[in-house]
């Protein structure tokens, strides 16, 4: 029987300790091997410790394989450049990570490869940017700031029906909440920075996908050298063991939170996928198995000061990260939005009252408590 994903995130992947018999995965520091009996070397994504937590990634993510890179950016690109050559299009998603925009739009021209930013839920939008070169599609549900959810189904159709290689950015799901590989999805991509390290110490990326994809991937990737070394390999396969707790703890609690934003006089706004008022929380709740997420953003009434507001916070501190164990926000306008043209943002709903909540696992009593003070006291 196929087991459960608590049980994967402790106890897919690792490695036997043999020798002592110790009950956890050993850290192997070495990068050079004996080349009559090993062709190791971390560049090429081969050796224990990157082997170890990949596995337990592709596993969570029901995926034939899997691949790491140093950070979720360079997941990003090493993914991107390792499929496109000169005069091949992409299809991407109108609301994107900030530093996935900035890698399309700095990088992508420079070797000929076009672009179009697309309303990918918007079928007729969709169908149009079709070109014969587009060879990729690529979307990020929820999406950041503002928690848009893209049809993965949809997609996946739309992407198998035009033989396009399909690739989301699942990093605010993660592969508790959602397995897009299920859903027809051919990749999918972490910044394993947020969620699957969980305590806002250590930079990752990984892609999951099939055996080929990951092949053709890790046969670029190792050119481009963003590789993760064995000591960081084992410190997020260390993490991945309370993966399941965490985020389930997190879905929890943002729920929580984020009823009790709806119904505050203070706040203008909330965007959550798992509120009933959410534009798509229908979709939601057929592809987002395990939960809505922990993040939850929201936009102050206009008569609040959002800064002051962040300030008279006790217990959540004002980061630019997300997904840790402890609660952060942060002013996508001030961080990851700042650079934009300002007519285009605030059309986009990105205003300077909106925050973005990463809800960490402490007591939800606690941080509605801090939330309330802060809200009330602020008029
Ligand atoms: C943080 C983030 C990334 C980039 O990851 P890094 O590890 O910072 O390189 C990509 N996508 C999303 C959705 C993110 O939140």
Known sequence: MSKKLSTKCVHSGGIK???FFGNITPIYPSITYNYLKSDSYPRYFNTPNQLAVSKKIADLEGAEDAVLFGSGLAAVANSMFSILKSGDHVILQKSLYGGTI????NEFKKFNINYDYVDVNNDQALQKSLKNKTKIIYIESPSNPLLTITDLKKISEFSKKNNLISLIDNTFSSPINQNPLNMGIDLVIHSATKYLAGHSDLLAGAVCGSTKLISKIKKSGLNFGSNISEYISWLLERSIKT???RVLKQNENAMKIADFLVNHRAVNKVYYPGLKNHEKHEI???????????????????????????ENLQIIQPTMSLAGVESTITSPTQTSHKKMDINLREELGITKNLLRLSVGIEDSDDLIHDLSESLNGNK
């Open 102 to 105: 900035n890698l399309v739009d």
């Open 284 to 310: 939601a709740l057929q592809q987002m198995t395990g939960g809505f997420g922990g993040m939850v953003t929201f936009e102050l009434n206009s008569n609040m000061n959002s800064d002051r507001f962040v």
């Open 243 to 245: 993966l399941s707790v």
């Open 17 to 19: 300790d043999e020798k």
